[in-house]
């Protein structure tokens, strides 16, 4: 897959650009002093470096020893400790009889996780819930999320070998929709990854939704919109709105059944079909893309852009809403995090908001603006807007 930015890349033997800058050389001459043992001990003993030292040490080992961490959290997850701590303390023995591992095993498991404040001591041989396992507890979808990274961890076990070719891998067989299967998918395997998409989307639809709104909308037209967790928000926020779910038959049927427990029946309708290929409902004056474009390699993540300018009225808007790459405090993240991920998935990449608002502009809306959100980390939302009067504007 061809990714922007490959013809920037040097050739062998060719200087990259500012090879000869002031910044480039303050760069080499850093390099060459980080990389320096004799400058680390020095560092280490004086006392107005010593702090940053150790901060930087404790960074790169929290880097190296990443893969631990997160498999004790998945063991918590695998074992239920956080739902077996609900309730009050528990004795080290209790947890190793309902959880099935010998008392040492289960020692130090627990141990492992009060030191990612996953759990705490509760007096001696008691353990209780700590600062992130009543997070995890109180947030059902994050755990699921954790559960299901047992695919991509098999995958990551030889990320070279994973990062020389995206066949077969482990998550994407679990969605063969990725790999453009659209009609190969058995219910359970609809059913596993429908579930987790909608309960990771119960986290997001309320922020989404406080920075575009819903009050303006008539028609609410969610394309790739799942069991319809975010249309059933929407449609929540305004009781004269009506709306539809877009998404493969055997998922519109599950979103037809939610919608129905909902109490939305009557607003929404959910219509199975191709995004790529199939007619899109008419009607609508907005259009969504919830975490969407990013599961798509470019072409056909443009294309759904230009769909839905085909698809809009005047004055109709697109709502684009996902995690970003480049977004501040969040960088490994959106490279790192999902780019791995959506290797592993074998479609798509995570795109900057510059990246998405050039392609809108180009796919000829006359605006599109970013709007902030309270957890941008997890998403962030861009606005398209349509006059018919073909001008492009930031």
């Known amino acids: 897959m061809g990714e922007p930015g490959a ?9 990259p650009p500012g090879t000869r800058g002031l910044r480039e050389r303050f760069l080499s001459w850093r390099d060459r002093l980080l990389g320096n043992p004799a400058f680390h001990r020095a560092a280490a003993r004086f006392p107005l470096t010593r702090p940053i030292a150790r901060r930087r040490a404790r960074a790169l080992f929290d880097l190296s020893a990443g893969f631990v961490y997160s498999q004790i959290l998945f ?15 528990r004795s080290t023995a209790a947890i190793a009889t309902a959880t099935g591992l010998p008392e040492e095993g289960a020692l130090r498991l627990l141990r492992g996780a009060a030191a990612l404040r996953l759990v705490q001591a509760a007096g001696k041989g008691f353990w209780r819930l700590g600062e992130q396992g009543a997070v995890m507890l109180g947030n059902p979808s994050i755990g699921a999320m954790v559960s299901h990274h047992e695919r991509l961890y098999a995958d990551l076990a030889d990320p070279l070998a994973l990062l020389g070719g995206r066949a077969d891998t482990n998550l994407a067989r679990l969605w063969p929709y990725a ?32 920075a575009c709104g819903a009050a303006g909308s008539r028609h609410w037209l969610d394309v790739g919109g799942g069991e319809g967790v975010f249309l059933a928000a929407a449609l929540r926020r305004n009781s004269a709105l009506h709306g539809t779910v877009l998404d493969l038959p055997q998922v519109a049927t599950r979103a037809r059944e939610r919608l129905l427990q909902c109490g939305l029946a009557a607003r929404a309708e ?12 008419a009607g609508a004056d907005t259009i969504s893309l919830v ?28 709502v684009i809403a996902e995690p970003l790459a ?12 999902f780019g791995f991920y959506l290797w592993a998935m074998g479609s798509g990449r995570p795109r900057t908001a510059d990246e998405l608002r050039r392609w809108v502009l180009e796919a000829g809306f006359d605006r599109c603006r970013e709007l902030k959100t309270a957890q941008p980390m997890l998403a962030r939302v861009l606005v398209a807007e349509r006059d018919g009067q073909g001008v492009n504007s930031t």
């Open 270 to 281: 959910a219509v199975g079909g191709d995004m790529f290929n199939d007619p899109w409902p």
């Open 326 to 337: 480049g977004t501040r405090g969040a960088e490994a993240m959106g490279d790192g995090y």
């Open 75 to 89: 063991a918590c997850v695998r074992a239920g400790l956080f739902e077996r701590l609900a309730e009050g303390p």
């Open 179 to 210: 790999a453009g299967e659209r009609d190969a998918m058995a219910a359970a395997e609809v059913a596993a990854y429908s579930e987790l998409m909608a309960g990771s989307q119960s986290l997001l639809s309320e922020d989404i939704l406080d």
């Open 291 to 318: 975490r969407v474009l990013h599961d798509h390699d470019d072409a056909p993540a443009r294309a759904l852009i230009a769909r839905a300018r085909e698809a809009l009225p005047p004055g109709g808007r697109l």
């Open 7 to 15: 013809s920037h890349v040097a050739a062998v033997g060719e200087n």
